[in-house]
């Protein structure tokens, strides 16, 4: 997935960010009572609005210009962040910053930057299979809790419900959506940054133009890029 865009979080980082999972439900038709029952078909996708993003500089400006020009409207995708410190489980239940680590012998990288390591690990216990709904979790360095909590994995981004099973430090949750690529086991899993594959959710969402006013404010739309996911599983990329 080297070549899918990244969405540049530390240059465009919105005041607001709204992940939320739509689910597909159908009605069964009202009943002799008035009732509508709703059933549900499907664990659904995610939109993520990303809400006043702060503007104030030509290099931000130019970052935006260029999204939109590698997106060409919804055609393109683009891994989206879903910022969820909010829920996050950190160890010590606030928000704690990545770190930056060298190699074993004490080097960087050949550009002199350092390993970055995020705060929260968890792993996988088992392989997690196409369209599973129930995940098992290793609780490594986090708070041990993963109730309500959301994390990805190679850019599908996942949320879990309430707990199923606790054996020691491995939790058995139930996960929104369906597992859209296989997982396997020891993966680690993205707590602190968690991403979504997604496209943007109408072909005008990255309009922009020249203000007077030097600092202004932008939004933007995505929907889940599913297409990706169902061409990935029908063995098309």
Known sequence: MSDILVWPQDVLTPLACYPNITPFSRSG????GGLEPSVRTDLGFWTIDLS???????AQRRTWLAIRNALGGTAGRIAVPAWSQDVAPYVDGKYEPETYLPHDDDTSFSDGTLYSQGAIVVQTVGVTPLAATVIRLRVIH???????????????????????????????????PTVRAPIPDGADLEFDRPTCLCRLSSDDQMGAGVDPVPFERRSVSFVEDNDYWNKLALGLL
Do not use: N
């Open 29 to 32: 038709g009202r009943s002799l």
């Open 142 to 176: 986090a708070e041990a809790d993963l109730v309500g909590v959301r994390f990805s994995y190679q850019h599908a981004l996942y949320e879990t419900g309430p707990v199923i099973d606790i054996d020691g430090d491995v939790w058995t949750v139930p996960i929104s």
């Open 52 to 58: 006043d993003i702060p503007i104030d500089d030509a």
